[in-house]
């Protein structure tokens, strides 16, 4: 069966990003932008990141600007806002398509195991998260205007499952 950790994506340098990297650790992986009415949830990703990564937590932005033209900037541009802006410290990848044509196949794999509300595949807008287990299974997707600090719970059970 097909896991996470069988992708390889791409990194904001543009270098290959192996996901393989991660096996025994849960992902929070978030589609991101840095226009968008949800950009504040980068500050919850962060302290997700920084409560959790000892603990086996590994969050992953992917940048996307297929929502309004919300994420507009190259990689520099991305990085610097995030830095600057919310002191993200967490991987924040090269800017992919979440939805549609030329979909990352990462994406197309998470929203195949982890359908939405009424069980529809695509993803609907900026900061949709999906919550994947240490084996490399999908466990859990969630809505936009879910903050991260809703997700706290299941994430702790994530982190409990034997690696």
Known sequence: MTTVHDFTVTAADGTPYPLSQHRGRALLIVNTASRCGFTPQYAGLETLWRRYR???????????NQFGAQEPGDAAAIERFCSLTYDVSFPVLAKVAVKGPGIEPLFDHLTRTRPGLFGSRAVKWNF????????????ARYAPGTKPAALEAKLQAALSEPV
Do not use: E, M, Q, S
């Open 54 to 64: 000892d603990a086996g937590l590994t969050v992953l932005g992917f940048p996307c």
């Open 128 to 139: 949709t998260k999906f919550l994947v287990g240490r084996d490399g299974r999908a466990i």
